[in-house]
């Protein structure tokens, strides 16, 4: 089973400063882990992922988040927000099978990220 | 950039009304998906298919919901009798089988389903 936990619902941040959004996963196996974000009344856009590899992945618009084992964490980082940044971000965690595509994606509970000027 | 297509956009329907929603994964994809989103709720995963068949479902796909792959192109939810509460965003999903994307879902705009 696996399972995502986004701490805060809602977090603000002045523009310019930096943003830290919450996951911690729970996975019995090694997982792929994502972020995806959700601009209002619009679809899911992958930010960024990790699957293999660098534990430290970059992904658009200047976000990159770490992936931790020890802490089972995957928190998404950007140094200076923007205030396009705002919208709703989802941690997302997916199991890693040795072979094929399948994935079934369980995502948190999303943050919403509010920009202030 | 290859991606994901839903139609329509926007269903505005009566309780108890069939409503079709359309996907069109990326063309050489085979895993499927169908996840909704209640306004301000989470992304819940409603189903995977598979070499036209249901790899998983979850509790919220009751007789309700169906899907199909009637050609090449286009991967459908089906919801027979809409209910109140299946009012949501419905995102449709897809992946590849293999290559360096593996592992990663692409999803469309989604449809919005307003039930009345």
């Known amino acids: 089973a696996q399972s995502v936990t986004q701490l805060g619902s809602h977090v603000s941040v002045s523009e310019g400063a930096l943003v830290l959004l919450r996951c911690n996963y729970s996975s019995s196996v090694p997982p792929y882990l994502f972020w995806y974000v959700q601009y209002p009344n619009q679809g899911l856009q992958l930010l960024l992922k990790y699957t293999t590899g660098a534990t430290l992945v970059k992904g658009i618009n200047g976000f990159e988040a770490e992936f931790k084992k020890s802490e089972t964490s995957f928190h998404l980082t950007k140094p200076s927000a923007h205030m396009s940044d705002a919208a709703e971000y989802f941690c997302?965690?997916?199991?890693?099978?040795?072979?094929?595509?399948?994935?079934?994606?369980?995502f948190g509970t999303g943050t919403k990220l509010q920009v202030i000027p | 950039e290859p991606e994901v297509t839903q139609t329509p956009s926007h269903q505005v329907t009566q309780m108890g009304q069939e409503v079709i929603l359309r996907c069109v994964p990326i063309?050489?994809?085979?895993?499927f998906y169908w996840y909704r989103q209640i306004l301000g709720q989470k992304v819940e995963f409603l189903v995977s298919f598979y070499n036209n068949e249901i790899s998983e479902k979850s509790e919220i796909f009751d007789d309700q919901f169906s899907v199909e792959r009637p050609d090449g192109s286009n991967f459908t939810l089906k919801i027979r009798s809409t209910k109140l509460e299946d009012s949501a965003m419905y995102f449709c999903?897809?992946?590849?089988?293999?290559?360096?994307?593996?592992?990663?879902?692409?999803f469309g705009e989604g449809s919005r389903l307003t039930v009345l």
């Open positions: 063309s050489n994809h085979l895993y």
């Open positions: 997302a965690v997916s199991l890693r099978i040795s072979s094929g595509g399948y994935q079934k994606v369980t």
């Open positions: 999903a897809s992946s590849a089988r293999s290559g360096p994307n593996t592992g990663e879902l692409f």
